[in-house]
């Protein structure tokens, strides 16, 4: 029984390396790159199964797998979204802030900045 359940554990993270990791994905000529690649996902794994245990979760990764991945997307689509944003309000600059001194301006842009910039921190360092 004990060397089935090791066994399975086993079983359990090929699959989910596969599914969910992109193990075996890969495409080079190199073996050290296919080393490589199979180490950092097994490093990637290793790294969720870290954050179940400091979450005090059992169960399987995928679950968390998922929650994480839509977390990073959230994170890109605003840091994406304010360099849009950004980008407009400097490209429109003497239209909607007449009368505001350029540098108060990138001031004002730069503590907004920074703000999303924190908050992004935080957000990526509740695992």
């Given at each position: 029984m004990s060397y089935y359940a090791r066994r399975w554990a086993i079983e359990v993270f090929f699959k989910d390396a596969k599914q969910m990791l992109y193990m075996?994905?890969?495409?080079?000529?190199?073996?050290?790159?296919?080393?490589?690649?199979?180490?950092?996902?097994?490093?990637?794994?290793?790294?969720?199964?870290y954050i179940?245990?400091?979450?005090q979760m059992s169960g399987p990764v995928g679950p968390l797998f998922r929650e994480l991945s839509d977390d990073q997307n959230v994170l890109v689509v605003a840091q994406?979204?304010?360099?849009?944003?950004?980008?407009?309000?400097?490209?429109?600059?003497?239209?909607?802030?007449?009368?505001i001194?350029?540098?108060v301006m990138n001031y004002i842009l730069d503590i907004i900045?920074?703000?999303?910039?924190?908050?992004?921190?935080?957000?990526s360092a509740k695992l």
């Open positions: 075996a994905k890969e495409q080079s000529n190199n073996f050290d790159a296919l080393i490589a690649c199979h180490s950092l996902v097994m490093i990637r794994y290793l790294l969720l199964v179940l245990g400091k979450r994406s979204l304010w360099e849009k944003v950004k980008e407009l309000l400097l490209g429109s600059r003497q239209v909607l802030c007449y009368g001194e350029p540098d900045e920074k703000t999303i910039i924190d908050q992004m921190s935080i957000a």
